[in-house]
Antibody, heavy 118, light 106 residues
Framework: QVQLQESGPGLMKPSETLSLTCTVS????????WSWIRQPPGKGLEWIGYVYYSGSTNYSPSLKSRVTISVDTSKNLFSLKLTSVTAADTAVYYCATGGRSGYTFDYWGQGTLVTVSS | SYELTQPPSVSVSPGQTASITCSGY??????AYWYQQKAGQSPVLVIS???RRPSGIPERFSGSNSGNTATLTISGTRAMDEADYYCQAWDSSTVVFGGGTKLTVL
């Protein structure tokens, strides 16, 4: 069973860079697609992007200029960086995977709330 | 940009059939996926590739996709099915989620 666990700071200030890590267990990271999805409080789901184990990436057009997703196969984890955050980036951030697909999500982490506030 | 439209809310009585729709201009040409999200929990995939149920999903969940509308159907709805439901598709290498439908079991 694939298990995903997000980690990172819960509170940030505007203009800072958000950095989150997703630790993967139960599956080798060096095989599949690994994604980030977020959900502002009380709102719907928003896809951020994915990384393939090879390092290739695909990002949401609306976030592409600020997002970097990377993979560390030696540690079996992948990461999200989002620059120049504002209050609009306040959300629960989920890591997820659909295995061989970057476009569906069979397994999700528990999510981590990131609040951007001055 | 590609958009998926869902009704904000659907109500159903226990034991009855609930139908949640998802509309997109060319959705019938793409696969539709459905996720269930209960309060305070992570989403769970309940329908894959229009009408496939992942392991562990009850048979009362089914899906269809034709024209520009995908539909999630829950037969014999139970109180435990009360949740938010999101459709999802992808187009031009971009993942899109619908806005979500709150299913209330009255």
């Amino acid at each position: 069973q694939v298990q995903l666990q997000e980690s990172g700071p819960g509170l940030m200030k505007p203009s800072e860079t958000l950095s989150l890590t997703c630790t993967v267990s139960g599956a080798p990271i060096s095989r599949y697609y690994w994604s980030w999805i977020r959900q502002p409080p009380g709102k719907g789901l928003e896809w951020i992007g994915y990384v393939y184990y090879s390092g290739s990436t695909n990002y949401s057009p609306s976030l592409k200029s600020r997002v970097t997703i990377s993979v560390d196969t030696s540690k079996n984890l992948f990461s999200l960086k989002l620059t120049s955050v504002t209050a609009a980036d306040t959300a629960v951030y989920y890591c997820a995977t659909g295995g061989r697909s970057g476009y569906t999500f069979d397994y999700w982490g528990q999510g981590t709330l990131v609040t951007v506030s001055s | 940009s590609y958009e998926l439209t869902q009704p904000p809310s659907v109500s159903v009585s226990p034991g009855q059939t609930a139908s949640i729709t998802c509309s997109g201009y060319r959705l019938g040409y793409d696969y539709a996926y459905w996720y269930q999200q209960k309060a305070g929990q992570s989403p769970v995939l309940v329908i894959s590739q229009d009408n496939r149920r992942p392991s562990g999903i009850p048979e009362r969940f089914s899906g269809s996709n034709s024209g520009n509308t995908a539909t999630l159907t829950i037969s014999g709805t139970r109180a435990m099915d009360e949740a938010d439901y999101y459709c999802q598709a992808w187009d031009s290498s971009t993942v899109v989620f619908g806005g979500g439908t709150k299913l209330t079991v009255l």
